[in-house]
């Protein structure tokens, strides 16, 4: 089993839409966690950090369960600006960052 | 500001030909520095990191090596590319003592804008 696992997508939606975004983890002892944004042909940006109360910023809304060893993304009211690649990201403690594959995006008009 | 710049943008290579990658950051001291390679279809793969000049950790064995010769200089390079080695490489930073060996909220890594790489 991968240490991070995304769906790769498309997903493709509409403007307006929610979208939700799923990554699962293998190691339990994984302990910070990340969505990074990485746009068509350019290098990864971090979109947020996942606290374990979960967090939001604007239309983006994080959420971990560490029971179940899922993460998720959730983006309100799509707008075009969103269309990317979503990587989720896991750290263990003193090791790299692990990067899942990304899930890709493509919000239509 | 911190920046992170690398060079070249883009890059054909033949099989066999030798490969140097540069990367460096400005506005900071002492960073962590981190090689990454995506390839068609594939996540980011961590090839090498260090955390001081001289100092390099390689995560994947592969006919690739780095150096870094000075503080803010991380250098890629292999003496016979392969048809494999086509890719994306990205370079990243993350300030002194993070990123590796510290577990918390600090580990953001910034990357540079990557060489893509096509073996021919």
């Known amino acids: 089993r991968k240490e991070v696992e995304q769906d790769p997508g498309p997903f493709n939606v509409p403007e307006g839409a929610t979208v939700a975004f799923n990554c699962t983890y293998s190691n339990s002892a994984s302990q910070s966690f990340f969505w990074y944004r990485q746009d068509c042909r350019k290098e990864p940006k971090l979109l947020m950090s996942v606290y374990s109360s979960g967090n939001e910023d604007g239309r983006f809304t994080a959420q971990l369960n560490r029971a179940s060893q899922y993460i998720s993304l959730l983006i309100r009211d799509s707008k075009l600006s969103d269309s990317a690649t979503y990587l989720c990201v896991v750290n263990r403690g003193n090791t790299p960052l692990v990067f899942g594959k990304g899930t890709r995006l493509s919000v239509i008009a | 500001s911190q920046t992170i710049h690398q060079w070249p943008a883009t890059l054909v290579q033949p099989v066999g030909s030798p490969l140097s990658l540069e990367c460096t950051v400005e506005g900071t001291s002492n960073p962590n520095l981190y090689w990454y390679r995506q390839a068609a279809g594939r996540g980011l793969q961590l090839l090498f990191y260090?955390?001081?000049?001289?100092?390099i950790s390689s995560e994947v064995p592969q006919n690739l090596s780095a150096s870094r010769p000075q503080d803010r200089q991380f250098i890629l390079s292999s003496k016979k590319l392969l048809l494999s080695d086509s890719g994306f490489y990205l370079c990243?930073?993350?300030?002194?003592?993070?990123?590796?060996?510290?577990?918390?909220?600090?580990?953001?890594?910034?990357f540079g804008p990557g060489t893509r790489l096509t073996v021919l």
């Open positions: 260090s955390v001081g000049i001289g100092q």
């Open positions: 990243a930073w993350t300030p002194h003592g993070t990123g590796i060996l510290e577990n918390g909220p600090y580990n953001e890594q910034f």
